[in-house]
């Protein structure tokens, strides 16, 4: 096994669930693991922290998987990546606030051609507590700390 890197049946024990959940949380869009040439499924820390999360939303704070989507598309994607109005109003992850923008069946030519798992939208709400900060920061104005270093844009 790699550093940092776990199988998926590895990473459901040390998260508390089974691999079935695994696969559904994966399916939802609340995460996106490596996926090897073989097909088989790798998470890192990060993932694995990001599994923690759901996991203590669900069980603490009582808030559904659709839920959790839910929050989740509330995470302003055209505005960490400076997308221009015209885009952006014919983006879906803009128009509709069902599911992330990483889940959305119509992207920019720009998302179509990235990996979501490197995208910033997605690396930077990771944990709970940086996922709070970003919805709090955008819902009254401010910018997340995430945006305030030189490789992100601030539109």
């Not at 090897?36 to 923690?52: A, C, I, K, N, P």
């Not at 069946?105 to 709400?125: F, G, I, P």
């Amino acid at each position: 096994m790699r550093q940092g890197s776990y199988s998926i049946g590895e990473a459901a024990d040390i998260v508390g669930v089974s691999v079935p959940t695994l696969r559904m949380y994966e399916r939802e869009g609340l995460i996106i693991p490596e996926k090897l040439q073989s097909g088989h499924r790798r998470y890192t820390e990060q993932d694995v922290e990001r599994l923690r999360c759901i996991r203590k939303t669900i069980r603490k704070e009582k808030i559904s998987i659709a839920g959790i989507r839910r929050i989740l598309a509330l995470i302003p994607c055209w505005r960490i990546k400076g997308c221009p109005a015209g885009e952006r109003n014919a983006c879906p992850a803009f128009v509709f606030h069902e599911e992330p923008c990483w889940m959305a069946s119509e992207k920019s030519w720009e998302c179509k051609n990235a990996d979501c798992r490197q995208c910033l939208v997605y690396t930077a709400c990771m944990d709970c507590g940086t996922l709070k900060e970003t919805i709090v920061a955008f819902t009254t104005g401010g910018t997340p700390a995430f945006m305030q270093c030189d490789d992100a844009v601030v539109a």
